[in-house]
Every structure is written in C-alpha cells, then in structure tokens.
C-alpha cells in the first residue's frame, strides 16, 4: 500500500493489514457505508469505507487488528479503501475485511 500512496495510484485493487486506531460515524449520503481508520504498514492511516447494502457491518473496535482487500483511491492524507465487498453483477474483483479469522464481504 505504502508503493500505492507513493506513486500517487488510485483505482487499485490491493490486500493491506492493519489496526483499527478510530472509529468514524457512518456514511448515510447515498449508499450507507461504515468507516474507520486504521493504522497499515509504513506507518500510514487509511480510510475504510465498507458498503453496508451490499455486506454486513464488520464489528472493529479500536486496536483490532483487521486485513482488508479492496480498491485503493490515493489522497494526500493516506488514501481510501473501498469496495471491501463482493461486486453483485461480477464484473469486478470482489474485496472482504476480515477480523478474528472471519471474513466480511
């Protein structure tokens, strides 16, 4: 992920762990979606932005350790990882978050 943020990449699917170090209030614009922050090597924060109609709430707590597979947005302030979840039409590589040996997508 850190190669990612340094090349500026965006539109990437990639695999990442980390821990969760904040939780934020979901995203009720349009499509529903739970976020936190959570602390990945290279000592960088991403955004998690994870689709609650399309996969279930994962229950993080702050210091959960969590690996996330999804599509990577860059931003200056560490990025977005989005698309933690499966693609209903199949079109697209699916994402999960997985947390204490379960998996979400």
Known sequence: ??????????????????????????????????????????????????????APRVPVAVGDSVTVRGEYVWNDLGGVIHWTHHDPTGRRPGGWIRLDGRTYR
């Open 1 to 54: 992920m850190a190669a990612a943020f340094r090349a500026r990449q965006s539109d990437v699917f990639l695999e990442t762990g980390g821990r969760v170090e904040r939780l934020l209030a979901d995203d009720r614009e349009g499509t529903p979606h739970q976020r936190f922050i959570a602390r990945v090597p290279g000592d960088m924060t991403v955004l998690i932005s994870h689709n609650l109609d399309l």
